[in-house]
């Protein structure tokens, strides 16, 4: 049903959110249709032990049952998508949600629970509160009917919900914030590399929790890096987001963009250099969007706010290394472990990256793509929920032991612990 409406629900979902059509259209849509399919399927074979004599007299299974009613409150930057990613698993395997959709972006939510309700889900199983974070999503967390919170979205409202959830110990499941290395080796082909940090650093308008922000180039290649990288930028068609030939549209807000800004003219206070954009482009007729164009900023500052902390704007931060052992350090010297990729043609620089990276998805040659049967997961304070895969439907159970004994006695062998032998 989501896929006879795709159209006008991609052109609602650019409509609320500023990011492009061609993207909503090629990606946001059918990518989150593929998410619905798998999350469908993979309901069907859940898993735990199999049913077996664990002890001598006695048989055990696991069950997976709901945990009751989940709160999911969502962010603005992927509307649809992460009610999919998020309430979906949760109605897949026997729960029912009530939804508290951003602000910002709440009617492709509701078109979904339209959605939802058509194709014949009982009333009250998917529910939906439109309203402020700190009224509506600050009672689910407190309410003592609702038995789980699924957050998607900033670290410091994550922190304030797990708060909030103490009081009841109702379960927390958080997927926060990122600040994505992208690590350039000197064997790396530049050309592939520059190009994956373009989409990587722009893809959703640069507001993605996995968008590379810190690209730590090694010493040899990081002039060269920056020039392909500032040619490549110049492409980029920044505009209606509604054109199909536009790359990237507004940011969400104007108060969004004056905070990435404020990013910008820190980096460049705490010493970086101002490479490239970071300015307010005029679109005619949009002279009154939210437009920033992407920044290039070089600094060799790794305590440098926009090393730090999450940017959430097209914002690329360069920085140089010259040893492996270094780039691993600063790569993982922030509070956020989502994302993180290795660009070379090395094979164990790469496995060696795969394994010393303190994030929750690796990439090798590529930053971004997450298939519907691998999960999306942080470690540190980017949360501690997993998304897509068979781990996103776990989330959302309990585990139930049931023991069965099979010696039909009265009094079994280990019953001595009260009734001593006579
Ligand atoms: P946000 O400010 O944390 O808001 C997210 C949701 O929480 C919104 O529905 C918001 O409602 C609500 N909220 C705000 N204050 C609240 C409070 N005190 N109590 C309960 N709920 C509250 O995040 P955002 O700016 O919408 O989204 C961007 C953030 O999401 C970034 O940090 C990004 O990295 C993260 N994100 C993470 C993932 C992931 O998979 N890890 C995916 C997408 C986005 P209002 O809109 O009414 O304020």
């Not at 994505?180 to 082909?189: H, K, L, N, Q, R």
């Amino acid at each position: 049903m989501i896929e006879e409406r795709i159209q006008e629900l991609a052109k609602l979902e650019t409509e609320i959110s500023g990011k492009s059509i061609k993207q909503t259209m090629g990606y946001d849509l059918p990518y989150s249709i593929d998410n619905v399919k798998f999350i469908a399927g993979a309901s069907r074979i859940l898993e735990g032990k199999a049913m077996a004599e664990y002890v001598k007299e006695g048989s055990s299974a696991i069950r997976r049952e709901p945990i009751g009613v989940v709160g999911v409150i969502t962010p603005w930057n992927y509307p649809l998508m992460m009610v999919v990613w998020r309430a979906f698993p949760a109605l897949a395997v026997g729960n029912s949600v009530v939804v508290k959709p951003a602000s910002y972006t709440p009617l492709t939510t509701l078109e979904l629970a339209k959605i939802v309700e058509k194709a014949g889900v009982p009333k009250g199983v998917f529910n939906v509160i439109t309203g402020p974070g700190g009224v509506v999503g600050e009672e689910l967390a407190r309410n003592k009917n609702v038995d789980m919170i699924a957050f998607t979205g900033s670290t410091e409202v994550g922190k304030k919900l797990s708060e909030l959830a103490s009081s009841t110990l109702k379960k927390v499941s958080l997927e926060l914030g990122g600040k994505a290395p992208f690590i350039v080796f000197e064997d790396a082909d530049i050309d592939a590399a520059t190009e994956g940090a373009v989409v990587g650093g722009l893809v959703n308008n640069g507001e993605d929790c996995a968008n590379s922000t810190r690209y730590y180039v090694q010493e040899s290649v990081k002039n060269k890096f920056i020039e392909v990288l500032v040619r490549k930028l110049r492409n980029v068609r920044i505009g209606n987001p509604m054109d199909i030939n536009t790359d990237i549209g507004p940011l969400i807000s104007n108060a969004h963009r004056e905070r990435v800004e404020g990013y910008i003219e820190a980096g460049l206070r705490q010493g970086g250099k101002l490479i490239e954009g970071g300015k307010r482009p005029k679109i005619r007729g949009l002279e009154k969007g939210f437009f920033l164009s992407p920044a290039v900023i070089y600094t060799e500052n790794q305590k440098s706010d926009i090393v730090q902390e999450e940017i959430f704007g097209p914002v690329f931060t360069v920085l140089p290394f010259s040893s492996y052992d270094e780039v691993i350090a600063k790569s993982n010297d922030v509070v956020y472990g989502l994302g993180a990729s290795v660009w070379t043609k090395n094979i164990k620089i790469a496995l060696n990256g795969v394994r010393d990276l303190r994030f929750g998805t690796v990439w090798v040659n590529e930053h971004v793509p997450v298939p519907s049967e691998m999960p999306w997961a942080g470690y540190k304070q980017s949360g501690h929920g997993a998304s897509l895969s068979a781990y996103s439907l776990e989330e959302f159970t309990y585990i139930k032991h049931v023991y069965f004994d099979l010696t039909g006695k009265v009094r079994k062998s280990w019953y001595y612990q009260i009734y001593s032998a006579q």
